[in-house]
């Protein structure tokens, strides 16, 4: 199944991206796609005093531009026979540029390394947290790492509780699309996939407080009720993954399910350094409303801590605030 179509790769600058190149120009390959390749220049203030000699700035501004257009052709040569690649060099803000070239030329998948992440990157916004909350379609932060004879893939599916009968509805969208992504990719690479569900009985710490103090044969029977409960969710959405993984191709393994009982966050990120995960696919989700951001969602939290690369996907009917 060709899963992508339009490929957005996001040059670095300053930073070493052969290898994420290659992982793009690979995905290209795999769904018979177009590659994009982008890069960004600082825009040059226009200024009526410069120095005696000095290019006015409209002539800077085109060299930038310029020496940035023959590193993308250097950088894309090796790789022409193998995939369409275009190239194009943009001035502004680069979360800005990526959201609007995304938005303008239907690109449905935006893969780049991701950059070093500080606590201040929250405080001004990164390009990735930017996009990571913003970019419409899916976002790939890709870690590379070395050459291992399989590829492990873990997928990271989620339900609301206590939520309304629509909430519900499009977080159970969301996991079909992380569900649907994760296994295209597995299937395209014959990789491993494991799908994983995090589960956790809400206030069970105050339930054994001496608030409420409730009796622990109580405490662990209403842990049991929601256990399966959400066991009940796991299995039906398995049931319906839209992709039968491998299509019948046996060389492709089944993959490997599981319910485990913490918070989402912490053991994602468990079970990702347990099973030495390439990659991580998460669905990010909007508490602000479909038009406008993805905020506090563990998938920028994970970014920050884990070891291997992340796929992002946002749910159905988002709708980008940068236009």
């Excluded at 310029?66 to 060099?89: A, F, G, H």
């Excluded at 969710?233 to 992709?243: A, C, Q, S, T, V």
Aim: charged share 25%; aromatic share 4%.
């Amino acid at each position: 199944m060709r899963q992508f179509k339009e490929i957005l790769f996001v040059v670095e600058s300053g930073a070493t991206c052969k290898l994420t190149l290659e992982r793009a120009v690979a995905l290209a390959e795999e769904n018979q796609a177009k590659l994009t390749v982008i890069d960004f220049v600082e825009r040059v203030a226009a200024s009526i005093k410069r120095p005696r000699g000095g290019l006015p700035s409209v002539g800077s501004q085109a060299a930038l531009s310029s020496d940035s257009e023959q590193n993308l052709e250097t950088l894309i040569r090796p790789y022409r026979k193998r995939v369409t690649i275009q190239t194009k060099v943009r001035h502004g803000k680069p979360y800005l540029e990526i959201i609007r070239e995304v938005l303008s030329n239907g690109h449905d998948l935006v893969i780049k390394r991701p950059e070093p992440h500080h606590w201040q990157s929250y405080l001004s916004g990164s390009t990735d947290i930017h996009l990571l909350r913003k970019c419409p379609c899916p976002v790939w932060l890709d870690k590379p790492s070395a050459t291992k004879a399989s590829f492990r893939i873990l997928a990271a599916v989620d339900v609301i509780d206590m939520c309304s009968l629509k909430a519900h509805k499009l977080r159970q969208d969301l996991s079909l699309k992380v569900l649907e992504m994760a296994s295209s990719l597995a299937s395209c690479k014959l990789a491993e996939l494991h799908i994983m569900h995090a589960w956790e009985l809400t206030g069970e710490s105050l339930m054994r407080g001496a608030f409420i103090n409730m009796s622990e044969e109580k405490v662990l029977a209403e842990v049991e009720q929601v256990k399966q409960e959400h066991k009940i969710w796991f299995d039906e959405l398995l049931r319906e993954m839209p992709i039968k993984l491998g299509h019948g191709n046996t060389s492709c393994p089944e993959p490997q399910t599981y319910l485990v009982k913490g918070s989402a966050l912490k053991e994602v990120l468990a079970l990702a350094n347990q099973i030495k995960a390439d990659l991580v696919v998460l669905g990010t989700v909007c508490h602000t409303g479909l038009a406008g951001f993805c905020i506090g969602n563990p998938a920028e939290r994970v970014l920050n801590q884990i070891d291997c690369s992340l796929l992002t996907i946002k749910p159905t009917g988002f709708v980008a605030p940068a236009r």
